[in-house]
């Protein structure tokens, strides 16, 4: 892949070049639309967070070694597959097979009493409490955790808290689900939040997402019909704790792949 796009700056092969293309003036189609496409820049990511991607220190050759389970330690939202362990008698590479579909959960805003807080309850928890369930789970054999360090999380959980649109949304949510509980409370706790995406906006896109998207908090159980790329957000768990976060949700990617939508 050694020809750029002289609108994007893409790489191709020389191959993909549209027939329009010329000698000194090459054309493609698949990453632009030959110009007609303009994306925003690609933001840096937070300090503490590109020295991790790009630095040479101890620690940033193991997050990025680790990239993958700190990724899931920190995510919002929760994997939803049955996995084929059938491929895994050998002793080659790990094979990671599926069977059915895969999907993506969103859960209550707190945890079950007695049960550990785990993804996006963990942001209404202090640093240190939540590093510390994380930890927890890391040496409870999770493999997903495995070899998690207690300063890269710290440095993580910190610069997520302060630059994650997702988690002031749901932070914001938890304080007003809190404030409707302390202004009534001989009324059953049975409310929620609808984070409702932006109408009108391409449902492909995956935008940052603002404080105002959440929207309302509603009495009920969250049962009722709402549109397919809301997001339901209950106060407790219960029988309605786990939504389907839909593919086209423009909130889909920023929730499960957290350090590349800082």
Known sequence: ?????PKCQAKHWKAEQLSK???????????CLDGKVVLPPVRQPPRDLLELFDGTSH?????????RSYNAAFALASLGVTVDKSVQDGRGPYVFKIQGALY????ALL???GNDPVYAQLYFYSSEEANAARLRRNQGGNNNMAGLNAEVMGILDNTLREHHAYVKVFKTAYERLQEQQAAHPNVPSEVYTVIR???GVDPRRYNEPTANEVAVILPGDGSIQTDYRDLIVHYR???????????SNASYQPMVYVLLFP
């Open 59 to 67: 620690h940033s050759a193991h997050f990025k070694k680790n990239i």
């Open 104 to 107: 993506h959960h969103l859960g």
């Open 111 to 113: 945890p079950e009493p």
């Open 237 to 247: 768990e219960g029988p309605y704790r786990l939504k389907r976060i839909w593919e």
């Open 197 to 199: 995406c932006e109408p």
């Open 1 to 5: 892949m050694n020809v750029i796009c």
């Open 21 to 31: 293309s010329t000698r000194n003036n090459p054309a493609f189609g698949s990453c």
